[in-house]
């Protein structure tokens, strides 16, 4: 998840109205998530020093255990000087229960600092003016879906893209033509949010529809409502499957995002060998290659970015490692769209997904950051080290595995704690 802009102002600027309350203190955040990177962040411009981070799950806090590079600690095992001196804050939903728990644990509570942004923001909107407007938002999503029969026919199944990862679009493709079979369903459309969900279909050759994300948020609320929109409307993604998530896979390690598709969104009573997606047997490769003066099968592609997620390596610690693979013998690219810059002392290149596998296969090496590209290129020939962050759901190695959901078997996947550790991993595997 990316925390939005008017979150991070209210971050920042509460940090700042409130750095004498930190003087003499130790902070501490309570929970390891999106948020925390962005405290942390604050903090850190501010000049205040952040000492621990809690957080009641036992992957994410315990002995060894780091979150962005600080020692994590699950709050029963806070010790008394931390109980008394720690400045503890919070920015979640559930912030009425995570202060209920430091209060029973004997924190003063006006120690304890809650960061209200939009997620964690209650509204209780129960008056009839809000109720109709609902009502009229249901039906304006239900008259949307008879527009798209009118256009594409009554005959069209409409499978929603709710989200804009790349990843999510490709699981969702990977296993469709079962279900298609399975059911019977010959015409359809995929709708998207995104124009990266839609590459990533065209990619399994399938005709795609985007649509703007409050289209799409309507259409969701009617197919929740309407019981008969489910005959030719499904979302191949949808909240609920976040629900289980949190619920089943922290405590059933076994349960990664492919089982969340086979069950779940699909609700396949057994499991399915993937499709894998059309890629161009030649390609721009080549001539990229020779243009840049990058060795073939001694190239490092780097691929530092990903779309719902901002890790927290530092700029510094990527330019150490291209420097490291650089007097290793290798030739070191950054694969970076749009507005994403390069890794300093690096060459930019820029690839479609459908010659992904390609490029990858004729550099040798692969070194990325946990996105969706990874999922693309999951079956190239080549050297795959993927890179995920300790302490956040969002890149959970147990949960978006490339080896744990069967996408390879010969990934190499790296847990970074720290830039000391990150590069002895990779100097064991380069």
Same mark, same amino acid.
């Given at each position: 998840?990316?925390?939005?802009?008017?979150?991070?102002?209210?971050i920042?600027?509460?940090?700042?109205?409130?750095?004498?309350?930190?003087?003499?203190k130790?902070?501490?955040?309570?929970?390891?998530?999106p948020?925390?990177?962005?405290i942390?962040?604050?903090?850190?411009?501010?000049?205040?020093?952040?000492?621990?981070i809690?957080?009641n799950?036992?992957?994410?806090?315990?002995?060894?255990k780091?979150?962005?590079?600080?020692p994590?600690?699950?709050?029963?095992?806070?010790?008394?000087?931390?109980?008394?001196?720690?400045?503890y804050?919070?920015?979640?939903?559930?912030?009425?229960e995570?202060?209920?728990?430091?209060?029973?644990?004997?924190?003063?509570? &006006?120690?304890?600092l809650?960061?209200?942004?939009g997620?964690?923001?209650?509204?209780?909107?129960?008056?009839?003016?809000?109720? =109709?407007?609902?009502?009229e938002?249901?039906?304006?999503?239900?008259?949307?879906?008879?527009?798209?029969?009118?256009?594409?026919?009554?005959d069209f199944?409409?499978?929603?893209?709710?989200?804009?990862?790349?990843?999510?679009?490709?699981?969702?493709?990977r296993y469709?033509?079962?279900?298609?079979e399975? &059911?019977?369903?010959?015409n359809?459309?995929?709708?998207a949010?995104?124009?990266?969900?839609?590459k990533?279909?065209?990619?399994?050759?399938?005709?795609?529809?985007?649509?703007?994300?409050?289209?799409?948020s309507?259409?969701?609320?009617?197919?929740?409502v309407? =019981?008969?929109?489910?005959?030719?409307?499904?979302?191949?993604?949808?909240?609920?499957?976040?629900?289980?998530?949190?619920?089943s896979?922290?405590?059933?390690?076994q349960?990664?995002?492919? =089982?969340?598709?086979?069950?779940?969104?699909?609700?396949?009573?057994?499991?399915?060998e993937? $499709?894998?997606?059309k890629?161009?047997?030649?390609?721009?490769?080549?001539?990229c290659?020779?243009?840049?003066g990058?060795?073939q099968?001694?190239?490092v592609?780097?691929?530092?970015?990903?779309g719902?997620?901002? $890790?927290?390596?530092?700029?510094?610690?990527?330019?150490?490692v291209?420097i490291?693979?650089? &007097?290793?013998?290798?030739?070191?690219?950054?694969n970076?769209?749009?507005?994403?810059?390069?890794?300093?002392?690096?060459?930019?290149?820029?690839?479609?997904? =459908?010659?992904?596998?390609? $490029?990858?296969? $004729?550099?040798?090496?692969?070194?990325?950051?946990?996105?969706?590209?990874?999922?693309?290129?999951?079956?190239?020939?080549?050297?795959?080290?993927?890179?995920?962050e300790?302490?956040?759901?969002?890149?959970?190695?147990?949960?978006f595995?490339?080896?744990?959901?069967?996408?390879?078997?010969?990934?190499?996947?790296?847990?970074?704690? &720290?830039f000391?550790?990150?590069?002895?991993?990779?100097?064991?595997?380069?």
């Amino acid at each position: 998840m990316l925390v939005n802009e008017k979150d991070k102002e209210t971050i920042n600027s509460l940090i700042h109205n409130r750095r004498k309350f930190f003087l003499d203190k130790k902070t501490i955040i309570f929970g390891c998530t999106p948020y925390a990177r962005d405290i942390y962040q604050a903090l850190d411009e501010h000049d205040i020093g952040l000492s621990l981070i809690i957080d009641n799950n036992p992957k994410k806090a315990g002995s060894g255990k780091l979150c962005m590079g600080i020692p994590t600690k699950n709050p029963n095992d806070l010790n008394d000087d931390e109980i008394r001196n720690g400045i503890y804050i919070i920015c979640s939903k559930y912030h009425l229960e995570m202060t209920s728990q430091l209060i029973e644990l004997g924190v003063n509570e &006006n120690n304890i600092l809650c960061i209200h942004v939009g997620e964690s923001k209650k509204l209780f909107e129960d008056d009839i003016e809000k109720m =109709e407007s609902a009502w009229e938002e249901v039906c304006l999503g239900r008259n949307l879906v008879d527009k798209w029969k009118r256009e594409y026919g009554r005959d069209f199944f409409f499978f929603l893209l709710p989200y804009p990862g790349t990843g999510d679009a490709y699981m969702a493709c990977r296993y469709l033509p079962y279900f298609l079979e399975q &059911n019977k369903i010959e015409n359809i459309m995929l709708v998207a949010t995104s124009n990266n969900s839609l590459k990533v279909v065209k990619l399994f050759g399938y005709d795609t529809l985007l649509v703007s994300h409050e289209e799409m948020s309507i259409v969701l609320r009617s197919w929740e409502v309407f =019981e008969d929109l489910r005959a030719f409307v499904k979302p191949l993604l949808h909240w609920g499957w976040r629900t289980k998530r949190f619920i089943s896979s922290d405590n059933h390690p076994q349960i990664t995002f492919n =089982e969340m598709f086979l069950y779940d969104t699909y609700a396949f009573d057994r499991p399915h060998e993937g $499709y894998l997606p059309k890629q161009a047997k030649t390609g721009s490769w080549v001539g990229c290659f020779a243009s840049h003066g990058l060795k073939q099968g001694k190239t490092v592609i780097f691929a530092p970015y990903a779309g719902s997620f901002t $890790y927290n390596i530092s700029a510094q610690d990527m330019e150490n490692v291209v420097i490291f693979l650089k &007097n290793k013998g290798y030739d070191v690219c950054t694969n970076c769209f749009g507005k994403e810059k390069p890794i300093r002392g690096t060459v930019p290149i820029c690839f479609p997904y =459908e010659e992904a596998i390609g $490029y990858v296969e $004729y550099a040798g090496v692969f070194v990325g950051v946990r996105s969706g590209l990874c999922d693309i290129i999951s079956s190239a020939r080549a050297k795959k080290i993927i890179i995920y962050e300790s302490g956040f759901n969002a890149t959970s190695i147990d949960y978006f595995g490339l080896v744990n959901m069967g996408l390879c078997e010969d990934a190499i996947e790296i847990v970074y704690d &720290n830039f000391d550790k990150f590069v002895s991993d990779i100097e064991n595997e380069v």
